[in-house]
């Protein structure tokens, strides 16, 4: 890679968007925010016509300005800049308004070439001389392009791993996987994540551990069978985690001593693994947890029995749901309403009365299930809940697209700008019943 400064272009664009992210905290979307800043970096570093590039001020705690494009020669009205629409976006709609904005501003055909371009030339300049945390945002937006994208920066990735900086590592070991097509490995990946898992930093090794829960990695099981003696507690809780949905039934001699691990967490994560690999002594455990004097380990002993097919889930709900907080309650009702079993309604009503939002929406999709009217009015009801509108809207358009989506869609106009791209990709989703 080469090391050159950034241009005064790319400092333009890295300010207002540090500014941005400064005043939000963190993006609202993950890798699709990341993905709209390294596109704005790449399209406007790398393009060949800087006279439209609008003036990018620095943004105050109250005000984040739009730019204008400097006044010509004649001193005639400055042209429209519709990237600064982008920017609007980004500020107002977070990470996917403002790629679904620049897609509509560049085109799908555009917008490739503009990540192509960031991998191609610009990545030298932004992988090397900006903060680890944009050359992360840099990765992040590769593993978040198309796939024939992904596959040809892979060289990019692994240039990645060589990062002085550990975060930047781990990004580029997560990035990696998803360079290659699904349903295969390939030799360089297994030799990439075999060697991180067992000589990585800590991140590093945690990275691996998640990605080998993919089932194409089976034959690298013995390298998450040699993390669980890893001696962080996160690396071998994860390795754990991961070894029940890869199907590594082979390996459960290696999990069973987990049970008696130190830390709860890798207890909890192994018996989760060892029910789903069919051993007996996962589910033993688990329902041992369900006396945790820790609740948070209730619920999500029950939820993981849940997971399993373990019968004895089902009265674990119901003492739950008469005996449990509010909590364990949320959770019983969802074990019960995804089992399709009956739930009285007199354990219903203390629900429905209840001040705790999430456990009201429980209840109204028990209701809902059973074909009640009353769980289709609660539920509407939540429609203009700012953090629960999506669990609402889901469950509505999973029980009666055709009835329920008009009160979808009106809710959706009353939502803050910021949640309105996202509801709307609701909507095309395919959500069976």
């Not at 000589?199 to 390298?223: C, I, K, M, N, Q």
């Not at 709860?264 to 004097?293: I, K, M, N, W, Y």
Request: glycine share 6%; with cysteine.
């Amino acid at each position: 890679m080469v090391d050159e400064p950034l241009s005064p272009l790319a400092e333009q664009v890295l300010e207002r968007i540090t500014a941005i992210e400064r005043r939000k905290r963190v993006f609202r979307t993950g890798a699709a925010a990341s993905l709209i800043t390294a596109s704005l970096v790449a399209y406007w570093a790398l393009r060949d016509d800087e006279s439209r590039v609008p003036a990018v001020p620095v943004a105050s705690h109250d005000d984040v300005g739009v730019g204008t494009t400097p006044r010509t020669a004649d001193d005639s009205p400055p042209e429209a800049v519709p990237e600064a629409a982008v920017l609007d976006a980004f500020d107002e709609g977070g990470g996917a308004a403002a790629l679904l904005a620049l897609q509509e501003l560049l085109g799908d055909e555009q917008l490739q070439r503009a990540i192509d371009g960031l991998a191609a030339e610009g990545i030298g300049r932004v992988a090397r001389s900006s903060p680890a945390r944009q050359r992360v945002a840099v990765l992040e937006a590769i593993a978040a392009s198309p796939a024939d994208t992904r596959a040809r920066m892979a060289g990019v990735v692994l240039a990645g791993l060589d990062d002085p900086e550990d975060a930047v590592r781990s990004a580029a070991i997560r990035t990696l996987v998803r360079c290659f097509p699904g349903g295969r490995s390939h030799p360089v990946l297994d030799r990439v994540l075999e060697d991180r898992g067992l000589h990585g930093s800590e991140d590093e090794r945690y990275a691996v551990a998640a990605a080998l829960s993919d089932p194409r990695f089976r034959h690298l099981a013995g390298t998450l069978e040699r993390a669980l003696a890893d001696p962080s507690a996160r690396v071998r809780s994860r390795a754990a985690a991961s070894l029940g949905p890869v199907g590594a039934s082979d390996r459960i001699a290696s999990l069973r001593p987990l049970l008696e691990d130190e830390e709860v967490d890798v207890r909890v994560a192994a018996a989760r693994s060892l029910g789903l690999l069919g051993d007996a002594s996962g589910g033993a455990f688990l329902r041992e947890t369900l006396e945790h004097p820790d609740p948070t380990w209730r619920v999500a002993a029950l939820g993981f029995l849940a997971d399993v097919g373990d019968p004895i889930a089902i009265d674990a709900a119901r003492d739950f749901l008469a005996n449990g907080d509010e909590w364990m309650k949320v959770e019983a009702l969802r074990v019960l309403a995804e089992a399709d079993e009956p739930v009285e309604r007199r354990l219903l009503e203390p629900a429905l009365a209840s001040a705790n939002d999430d456990l009201r929406v429980a209840a109204g999709r028990v209701l809902l299930r059973d074909g009640s009217p009353e769980g289709a009015d609660v539920l509407r009801g939540y429609l203009d809940h700012p953090r629960l509108f999506f669990t609402a809207a889901e469950l509505l358009l999973r029980a009666d697209r055709s009835r329920y989506e008009d009160d979808v869609r009106a809710a959706i106009d009353r939502l803050d700008p910021a949640q309105r791209r996202d509801a709307r990709e609701l909507l095309l989703r395919d959500l069976p019943p």
